[in-house]
């Protein structure tokens, strides 16, 4: 069974900035699609950036320029580099993959625990 990791968060000032990390622990077949995602109190779940089947990048546009999306496939493990953070930033940030545990098992929506990030001052 494949179980999402989240590491990092916090809280942080204005301007400030902030690391989360993702592993995809235990055995599988490959990665698809593999990013972050986050909810704010009463606000429904939004798209922060992910990496495509392709390997591209894709960004939600209150994020590009200050957050940046980087990978170990390798290790399994997405990152999220977040400068310039805002007081809107604040969410629970959820790590997010579309994975393939076998051959020929079918893609599978898998979500971290999800990490807090509360920037204030």
């Known amino acids: 069974q494949v179980q999402l990791v989240e590491s990092g968060g916090g809280l942080v000032q204005p301007g400030g900035s902030l690391s989360l990390s993702c592993a995809a622990a235990?055995?599988?077949?490959?990665?698809?699609?593999m990013g972050w995602y986050r909810q704010a109190p009463g606000k429904q779940r939004e798209l922060v950036a992910l990496?495509?089947?392709?390997?591209?990048?894709h960004y939600a546009d209150s994020v590009k320029g200050r957050f940046t999306i980087s990978r170990d496939n390798a290790k399994k493990t997405v990152y999220l580099q977040m400068n310039s953070l805002k007081p809107e930033d604040t969410a629970v940030y959820y790590c997010n993959a579309l994975i393939k545990n076998t051959i020929v098992q079918g893609i599978k929506n898998y979500w971290g625990q999800g990490t807090q990030v509360t920037v204030s001052s």
């Open positions: 990496f495509t089947s392709g390997g591209s990048t």
């Open positions: 235990g055995s599988l077949f490959s990665i698809n699609v």
